[in-house]
């Protein structure tokens, strides 16, 4: 079975191809396309690049095309991409601006072009659909809370690939396949001593999880991707009460303020020298203190995250890095980790250096209680897995019919 992942970003479209025979994905090709203003066109030049290369005889030969869809009103989960997905992703557009319209336009550009292929969106927001109530829930007027403002969690798919990863890795099957089967049978019953994972996603945007055997008990991340860890460009956590405060003393519309939040603040808005925590980093080894401070408050606050998961799973047995950041960045990765060896939490530096990105590993101590681990984001891959046992266990109405 071909399965293609469509990655419909605010200004790319990436994508990648994908051979499920026997449900284990094999890499095809892979593309993308930069400064992307409509979707439409990348997926025609994309789908006619495919047969040109001989990935596809026919657009007709894609049999499933998967959608990393980031928040949808009321809905989430691994669904079919259908009338209702549509309907959500188009509810909460103000609030996913960049994303919601091109995955809308994304998955009508494939319905029209690729009628065969089932489309299957898997929400951000999936891996978070088990966090308890008391941990999903603003402290908000009844009214606000109807519009569904609350906390939703986003980077489910890298999150995913880590409770799986880290529990291959250490050797808890029972855990991986209940990660495997999650968004199919729900969480279920698990064997053996607690799995609790801190996942740590550090890149363009950034977010903590606390994973407990295999299912997401919290996340920073709350009702839209500005929020947590400060990000590249966007605002990250921040006391609700400064927006009407800056509005009124610097005479700025909500719109302007929006903008500003969105786009001005993050790593960009600290430093005053650049979204790319390379360049924040250059900047603060030659002695910019506000590169420093904006490299000391992304320590502070993923730590501050760790720190609250650590507490609410009641321990943790693996801390693991990943993405641009987590996977690259060893200094970061030392300073996250300094000064815990009271909670078992102990890196091995040179073990530690040696892990640059693409490379999975190991880089705590032989005597650390607490395992602390590199993995390679794979996003796609959990996309084309959970898109192939979507097709495979849930058969869409017409193909039950036949
Ligand atoms: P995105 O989150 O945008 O999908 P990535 O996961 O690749 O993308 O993360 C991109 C971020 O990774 C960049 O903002 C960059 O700051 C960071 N990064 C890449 N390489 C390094 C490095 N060697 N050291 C520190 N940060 C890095």
Redesign the pocket.
């Known amino acids: 079975m071909k399965v293609l992942v469509a990655n419909l ?1 605010s200004t790319s479209f990436k994508y990648r191809l994908f051979d499920m025979s026997e449900g284990a994905a094999s890499m095809l090709t892979s593309g993308g396309f930069e400064r992307v203003t409509e979707y439409t066109p990348c997926i025609d030049e994309m789908l006619a690049k495919l047969v040109d290369d001989g990935h596809l005889a026919s657009a007709d030969e894609l049999e499933a095309v998967g959608f990393k869809t980031v928040l949808g009103k009321d809905l989430s989960g691994c669904v079919d991409a259908d009338e209702h997905v549509l309907a959500a992703l188009d509810g909460f557009q103000e609030v996913a601006p960049a994303h919601n319209p091109a995955y809308a336009e994304g998955i009508r550009s494939f319905a029209e072009r690729c009628p065969r292929a089932r489309r299957v969106a898997l929400f951000e927001t999936a891996f978070y659909q088990w966090v308890a109530p008391a941990a999903s829930h603003y402290a908000i007027p009844k009214a606000w809370r109807d519009l569904g403002i609350r906390r939703y969690g986003f980077h489910g798919a890298s999150h995913k690939f880590v409770a799986e990863r880290s529990a291959e890795l250490l050797g808890r099957d029972d855990v991986a396949e209940r990660v495997r089967q999650l968004y199919l049978r729900g969480p279920g019953e698990c064997d053996g001593p607690p799995l609790r994972v801190l996942s740590c ?6 977010s903590v999880t606390g994973i407990r055997d295999g299912v997401a008990i919290g996340t920073s991340m709350g009702f839209s991707p500005q929020s947590g860890l400060p990000q ?1 460009n966007r605002v990250g956590d921040l006391d609700a009460m400064a927006i009407p405060y800056a509005c009124k003393m610097l005479g700025l519309t909500l719109d302007e303020a929006e903008r500003q939040l969105t786009r001005k603040g993050g ?1 960009l808005g600290l430093s005053g020298v650049s ?7 250059a900047a603060a080894a030659e002695g910019n203190a506000d590169a420093r401070l904006a490299h000391g408050v992304l320590i502070d606050s993923i730590r501050h995250w760790a720190g609250s998961f650590h507490f609410r799973m009641g321990g943790a047995e693996v801390i693991s890095f990943t ?7 060893a200094e ?1 990765r030392a300073a996250v980790c300094a000064g815990l060896e009271d909670l078992g939490v102990k890196l091995d530096p040179t073990r530690n250096a040696a892990v ?2 693409g490379a999975e590993g190991l880089i705590s101590a032989d005597d650390s209680a607490v395992k602390i681990m590199v993995i390679p ?1 794979n996003e796609e891959l959990v996309i084309a897995r959970e898109v192939f046992r979507h097709v495979t266990h849930q058969p869409s109405l017409s193909s039950q019919s036949t």
């Open positions: 970003g996603h550090l890149g363009g945007s950034s590249n790593l979204n790319d925590a390379r360049d924040v980093r993405a641009g950041i987590g996977e690259n960045d970061l640059t990105r984001a």
